[in-house]
Nanobody, 114 residues
Framework: QVQLVESGGGLVQAGESLKLSCTCS????????MAWYRQAPGKQRDLVAE???????NYADSVKGRFIISRDNAKNILYLQMNNVKPNDTAIYYC????????WGPGTQVTVSS
């Protein structure tokens, strides 16, 4: 049973930064494309950023230039550095494979005040 646990969220003001982490229990973490997703109340879950097994990165237009996705394969950790956050970034942030085939974790809440 693969387990994903997100952490690092919190309340932050617009323009500030924070860093999210996701620990993944699978032994094949390094072989999988991974991604960050987010879901705001009343909205669908959207792809925020993804990073392939070869470290190719893609970002949603809404976060491009502000967020940086990275991974530590030795520790099975996925990161999301969030810079210059905006109120519309407010959501629950989840990590998963790309596509999201692992069981979803609890997510971590990010709330950006204006």
């Amino acid at each position: 049973q693969v387990q994903l646990v997100e952490s690092g969220g919190g309340l932050v003001q617009a323009g500030e930064s924070l860093k999210l982490s996701c620990t993944c229990s699978t032994n094949v973490f390094a072989l999988r494309s991974m991604a960050w997703y987010r879901q705001a109340p009343g909205k669908q879950r959207d792809l925020v950023a993804e990073i392939s097994r070869t470290y190719t990165k893609n970002y949603a237009d809404s976060v491009k230039g502000r967020f940086i996705i990275s991974r530590d394969n030795a520790k099975n950790i996925l990161y999301l550095q969030m810079n210059n956050v905006k109120p519309n970034d407010t959501a629950i942030y989840y990590c998963n494979s790309r596509p999201g085939t692992f069981p979803w974790g609890p997510g971590t809440q990010v709330t950006v005040s204006s």
